[in-house]
């Protein structure tokens, strides 16, 4: 009988072309997603190697990093130099013959959103970018990973990649989420169990009864915190809830070979007999929302918890923190609070914030920030009425762009006379610096965010939801 395999495997075989004496096998690469921080210097490495793109088809540019997120947008931004990398973005796009999703395109957006709203990243497809976040699309079942600029040249013009096996492990959630809690605090308790680096060479599945009652977009905030894990990459198995929601996007298969590939994609699923090289659980049961207090994901509790005492290693974080063993974090003062990125930016997430907000208003020291994972999900969003929600509560609406998550110059979270020093947002990282010189940062979910904005600190979401 052929061998058992899980859903990593399966899906790593199935693109395998070769396996090479040092271990690494060539790999086909379905399809590659640039955006205008990276996309620049591949498109002018193509160039000057006298190369070009081997399926121009199967290669997609958005405008995400670089652009701003501000009303009336246009290629000037705050980024110092932004200007040149957004129009070299443009003019390698026309000569190397790739759809881009420029500033003004309706289906522009941050490039982990965009693969997959658009169908770009389907079930079973191996998918590639220059960053990081990735993985994000292993939420519909993609197995996709973060490359360089110098593997972005190489598989836009080969469409393949060398690249080693990693080992593979099983996260499983157990339990049921309880109200106002998310995937995003299933994902920061994780890392918070099991440390920064419990992921460290492996390509993850991540399984459970929690998992299965998450919707896609839920699904693909789990699986984008999984390069905060230290994990290559993470992913669902997809199921009815994934083919559902990507029946009829643009770039998914049509009615004449829907069929055909839902069966397929069914097939995914990890063998009843498979193994893992390494298998965790976590317990959802009695999960509450999470904030982090330190440098890195890892340093996280619960809303309602204190800064854990006697850690070791963790004097610089808590220094940098302007933090103590033992203090509160609920009632913590804010200075901003932002939800965006490709963390939690989908229409799922800002209906989250909204029901947590409506009604009610930003506290008044705070300096409160929405920003749209894509151009298609402001629309949709504003088809709702959830930019009224927000803009009532005193919230900026902002344009689809990947904004603050990260800081590159010129934006900020300042206000008048004020300059922020605490922030809690809904994005991924919380390094020193992160998103902006000096700037503090706590992760949360975009509903926890909310409920600190309102209460101009750090504060549990729950009590406004019930």
């Not at 990735?134 to 360089?148: D, R, S, Y």
């Not at 939690?344 to 409506?358: E, F, G, P, T, Y």
């Not at 990282?429 to 926890?448: C, D, I, K, M, W």
Request: charged share 20%.
């Amino acid at each position: 009988m052929p061998k058992a395999r899980n859903i990593i495997q399966k899906i790593w075989d199935q693109h395998e072309i070769v396996q090479v004496d040092d271990g690494q096998s060539l790999l086909q690469v379905d399809r590659i997603m640039l955006h205008d921080r990276a996309g620049p210097a591949v498109f002018g490495a193509l160039k000057d190697a006298g190369r070009t793109v081997a399926h121009p088809s199967m290669v997609f540019g958005t405008m995400d990093h670089i652009i701003d997120t501000h009303a009336g947008r246009g290629d000037e931004t705050l980024f110092k130099g932004g200007r040149a990398f957004i129009q070299g973005f443009r003019s390698g796009a026309k000569t190397f013959r790739i759809t881009l999703f420029d500033i003004s395109d309706p289906r522009q957006g941050i490039s982990h959103v965009v693969s997959a709203e658009q169908g770009i990243a389907l079930p079973g497809s191996t998918l590639v970018c220059c960053d990081s976040h990735t993985c994000t699309l292993g939420g519909i079942g993609a197995l996709a990973w973060g490359i360089g600029t110098t593997q972005g040249e190489h598989a836009a013009a080969t469409q393949t990649l060398m690249c080693t096996r990693p080992r593979t492990m099983r996260v499983e959630f157990t339990g049921r989420l309880a109200p106002g809690v998310t995937a995003k605090d299933m994902a920061l308790a994780m890392i918070g169990q099991y440390g920064a680096n419990g992921g460290a060479g492996h390509a993850i599945e991540f399984c459970g009864s929690a998992v299965r009652s998450l919707n896609v977009e839920a699904r693909s905030t789990l699986c984008n915190m999984a390069v905060e894990f230290g994990a290559w990459t993470g992913m669902v198995a997809p199921d009815e809830t994934t083919f559902e929601w990507l029946r009829n996007r643009p770039y998914a298969p049509t009615k004449d070979h829907w069929n055909a590939a839902v069966a397929h994609w069914r097939d995914l699923a990890s063998d009843t007999d498979a193994t893992w090289d390494r298998s965790l659980v976590v317990n959802c049961t009695h999960l509450a929302p999470q904030v982090s207090w330190g440098t890195n994901p890892g340093q996280v509790v619960g809303v309602t918890e204190t800064v854990p005492v006697g850690l070791e290693s963790t004097e610089p974080a808590l220094q940098y923190m302007d933090l103590r063993p033992g203090q509160a974090l609920a009632g913590l003062p804010i200075d901003a609070a932002f939800i965006g990125s490709c963390t939690n930016s989908r229409l799922s997430d800002l209906r989250a914030a909204a029901a947590v907000i409506k009604g009610r208003k930003v506290a008044t020291q705070v300096k409160a920030i929405v920003v749209p994972g894509s151009t298609a999900v402001k629309q949709a969003a504003e088809d709702e009425g959830l930019d009224r929600i927000f803009h009532d509560a005193g919230f900026e609406w902002r344009e689809s762009g990947c904004s603050l998550c990260f800081y590159v110059g010129g934006d900020n979270f300042d206000s008048p006379g004020r300059k922020a020093r605490r922030v809690i947002s809904s994005t991924n990282r919380n390094f020193e610096g992160r998103q902006g010189p000096g700037v503090r940062t706590h992760l949360a979910s975009p509903a926890t965010v909310a409920a600190s904005a309102l209460a101009g600190c750090i504060a549990d979401p729950r009590p406004l939801l019930s």
